[in-house]
């Protein structure tokens, strides 16, 4: 047995060894390794921290070479003349002289632009305004019309070749209040003398203002076909609609539930003689589309895919430029046009309609609405709270803010046709008067935040009549709320059934 184990013991030593050795090559190798490891570990702490390699030593070294083959640049400290070789078939070269010495001895140091960091005029649209008016609307470089004195030239060039060409002076209207970013919105003016025939094509010459290099853009911003416009129409006092919805740009994760929420309620609220433009600035996704599609086959909305403008930086998805074409393009289309949010909600007193509300104000050209700010999450629970979570968002957001502030943003409505150009909480540049103390004949409810919010909206459930959240004071308003089974219902008779599985 003791045998046994000696010759067991014995195989297996041979057997180790015969590893070791075919293997040893290999163990040379990672002894190696580790050896050089363990040296430069021991070495590192030794070695001075200032020294290191970076790619401008190897640049440096390269570039050591390369010095061979050319020559090297003269420096003169009176004039740095740069010689350009523009092409090798005929040689033509351009000299610029950028520094000089004045008399005093002082340098004087030039700048040279080149290339282009923004465009001089970024066209949207164009419109006809009247009989021998023109109105076109677009963005320009922020930076050019703050430290900058650009100007506008308008060319009408008929299409009846026995028509001389008229031009006359732009005029431009800056509407984002010093809100622009890289690009702001410019809306220029061009009225003619006398009366442009219908058919032509309108030139916009776009000059930089720069005193050292006066540049001009011509650019064709509106071909009007002959016999295309009905010039009766800038004088009519008939109108398409009663009421024109003219909205802000759209982005974001907007919710589909508190969008089918919104236009339910205004396309009942403004009755049958109204229209909805929206525009989609990357917010009506698939979703909110198929909740606005039923509208949209009834002829009660319009859509205008506006995403393209997000290649140029300007404030809130350029929604002056927006607004400002919505109000051009349907101008003498309607006979009011409003301006305010999708999580906004306009409200007349219940003696009152919409429509006994704006005559009282057909001798004003614009009126202010007041706001009324909504919580979007606090809620109201006497319901109870299952039925609670099953309500409309205005059903149930039902506590107003009634915190004393200065002031309070204000939305608003124009008779468009007295409109030159508007911004977005009211007009600026129009003819006629404004109201604003219309705060018992029209207001509106403001859920902030609340169309971006895919989720259940209600974080506090509360059955009171006041409540204080975070040292701000509510009150339950159930305004806009009282009026939830006129609208589910309006929108039933209307539409069907088709949107009652809309998500949040």
Same mark, same amino acid.
């Given at each position: 047995m003791?045998?046994?184990k000696e ?16 293997f040893?090559?290999?163990?040379? %190798? ?5 050896l ?6 021991t %070495? ?5 921290s ?9 640049r440096?070294?390269?570039s ?38 004045? *008399? ?12 282009s ?18 109105a #076109? ?7 050019l ?14 299409? *009846?070749?026995? +028509? ?12 984002? =209040?010093?809100y ?36 001009? *853009?011509s650019?064709? #911003? ?9 010039l009766?129409?800038?004088t009519?006092p ?30 009942r ?9 929206l ?6 996704h ?6 606005l ?12 895919? &506006? ?5 140029f930086?300007?404030?809130? $998805? ?9 109000? $051009? ?6 006979? =009011? ?9 306009i409200? /007349? ?21 007041e +706001? @009324? ?6 809620? !109201? ?10 309500? =409309? ?5 039902a !506590? ?31 003819q006629?008067?404004? !109201? $604003?103390?219309?705060?018992n004949? &029209?207001? !509106?409810?403001?859920y902030?935040?609340? &169309? ?7 974080? $506090? ?5 006041? /409540?204080? %959240? ?21 929108? @039933? ?12």
């Amino acid at each position: 047995m003791v045998k046994e184990k000696e010759q067991n013991s014995n195989k297996e030593k041979k057997l180790l060894v015969s590893l070791i050795w075919n293997f040893s090559t290999e163990l040379k %190798l990672i002894s190696l390794a580790l050896l050089v490891i363990f040296t430069l570990a021991t %070495l590192l702490p030794f070695i001075p921290s200032s020294f290191s390699l970076s790619t401008s030593d190897f640049r440096f070294c390269i570039s050591r070479f390369s010095s061979s083959s050319s020559a090297a640049p003269s420096i003169n400290t009176t004039t740095t003349t740069t010689t350009t070789k523009i092409s090798p078939e005929n040689n033509i070269t351009t000299t610029a002289n950028t520094d000089r010495v004045l *008399d005093n001895g002082v340098i004087k140091r030039t700048f040279t632009g080149h290339g282009s960091a923004s465009y001089n005029f970024v066209t949207m649209s164009a419109y006809r305004g009247g009989v021998n008016t023109f109105a #076109v609307i677009g963005l320009s470089s922020k930076p050019l019309h703050v430290y900058g004195h650009p100007s506008y030239r308008c060319e009408w060039i008929p299409l *009846d070749p026995t +028509q001389d060409p008229v031009s006359t002076p732009g005029s431009k209207i800056l509407t984002d =209040w010093g809100y622009g970013r890289i690009y702001t919105t410019v809306v220029v003016n061009c009225t003619f003398p006398s009366t442009t025939a219908v058919g032509g094509n309108l030139i916009l010459h776009a000059t930089t203002g720069d005193p050292s290099l006066n540049l001009t *853009d011509s650019i064709p #911003v509106l071909t009007e076909p002959p016999n295309s416009v009905d010039l009766t129409l800038y004088t009519s006092p008939k109108k398409q609609y009663d009421y024109l919805y003219c909205g802000s740009s759209l982005y974001g994760n907007l919710s589909p539930q508190r969008v089918r929420e919104w236009i339910a309620y205004h396309v009942r609220f403004f009755g049958e003689r109204s229209h909805f433009v929206l525009h989609d600035a990357g917010g009506i996704h698939e979703e909110v589309f198929e909740v606005l599609k039923p509208w949209i086959e009834l002829g009660r909305v319009t859509v205008h895919d &506006i995403r393209e403008q997000e290649r140029f930086d300007g404030y809130y $998805h350029n929604q002056f430029m927006v607004v400002n074409d919505c109000l $051009h393009r349907y101008r003498f289309a309607a006979k =009011w046009m409003f301006f305010f949010d999708v999580d906004e909600f306009i409200y /007349v007193p219940e003696k009152e309609t919409i429509k006994s509300v704006m005559e009282s104000l057909e001798e004003y050209s614009q009126f202010t609405i007041e +706001q @009324m700010p909504m919580s979007s999450k606090i809620c !109201y629970s006497g319901d109870g709270p299952a039925r609670a979570y099953r309500n =409309w968002g205005f059903e149930k957001m039902a !506590y107003r803010d009634v915190k004393k502030v200065p002031r309070r943003d204000r939305k608003y409505a124009v008779q468009p046709s007295n409109v030159f150009a508007t911004g977005v909480h009211m007009s600026q540049n129009l003819q006629g008067r404004t !109201y $604003h103390k219309a705060e018992n004949k &029209i207001r !509106y409810f403001h859920y902030h935040g609340s &169309i971006s919010q895919r989720r259940e909206p209600c974080r $506090h459930l509360f059955n009171d009549s006041r /409540v204080v %959240l975070e040292n701000n004071p509510y009150v339950l308003d159930t305004t806009i709320r009282d009026v939830g089974l006129a609208v589910k219902t309006f929108e @039933m008779r209307t539409i069907g059934n088709r949107l009652l599985r809309t998500r949040q």
